[in-house]
């Protein structure tokens, strides 16, 4: 199976700065790769996703990038707001399977003002 | 358009005990998942259902049983609970395979005693 760790597994910035949280997987197989985004005491949400046929995604302040050689693909917030204190979560998925995903551990971002 | 409901939002259950955690989606969508979320342990698949009609084994499947009713519904069920499985579970939905946004639920607050 798929085996998923995100970097760093905390992240503290201020207000306004940027932030990226980088996973790594290990199935060359997968080609699809999207961030969630859990707020406390509420259900995960897709945010942003990339294929394997792209290196780059951006939707307004959040980006995805992505590297097939390396195995590992990340997710950019600029000019961070307290809203975006969340978990992130990244969950590549391999192809040839049925629609499961293997999800990271989770980021926890904090932004303080 | 409700998305995804789940029921109920919280259990307690005495070890040994039995319950059925529901689950429906009005997206038409064609795969259904349950996942359980521990502390630091990220999203953890328990069963799948690819389509109406299969189901599969996922990460964690000890201990539970599942039942795709009808495209709509997921049930989720725990014979003779344990401390163990004491958790939050999301049910969740995607169109089918391939590219696909997993949509979830509001979550189950489960705490066996």
């Known amino acids: 199976g798929e085996n998923v760790e995100q970097h760093p597994s905390t992240l503290s910035v201020q207000e306004g700065d940027s932030a990226v949280i980088k996973c790594t997987y290990s199935?060359?197989?997968?080609?699809?790769f999207p961030w969630y985004k859990q707020e406390l005491g509420k259900r995960p949400q897709l945010i942003i996703d990339i294929r394997s046929n792209v290196g780059e995604k951006k939707d307004q302040r959040i980006a995805v990038t992505l590297n097939k050689t390396a195995k590992h693909f990340s997710l950019h917030i600029t000019e961070t707001q307290p809203e975006d204190s969340a978990v992130y979560f990244c969950?590549?998925?391999?192809?040839?399977?049925?629609?499961?995903?293997?999800f990271g551990t989770g980021t926890r971002l904090q932004v303080t003002l | 358009n409700a998305g995804v409901t789940q029921t109920p939002k919280f259990q307690v259950l005495k070890t040994g005990q039995s319950m059925t955690l529901q689950c429906a989606q009005d997206m038409n969508h064609n795969s259904m998942y349950w996942y359980r979320q521990d502390p630091g342990m990220g999203l953890r698949l328990i069963y799948y259902?690819?389509?109406?009609?299969?189901?599969d084994k996922g990460e964690v499947p000890n201990g539970y049983n599942v039942s795709r009713l009808n495209k709509r519904e997921f049930s989720l069920r725990l014979e003779s609970a344990a401390p163990s499985q004491t958790s939050v579970y999301f049910c969740?939905?995607?169109?089918?395979?391939?590219?696909?946004?997993?949509?979830f639920g509001p979550g189950t607050r489960l705490t066996v005693l």
């Open positions: 259902s690819a389509s109406e009609g299969t189901t």
């Open positions: 969740a939905s995607s169109p089918g395979v391939a590219y696909n946004e997993q949509f």
């Open positions: 969950a590549p998925k391999p192809t040839g399977t049925a629609s499961k995903l293997t």
């Open positions: 199935d060359s197989a997968s080609n699809y």
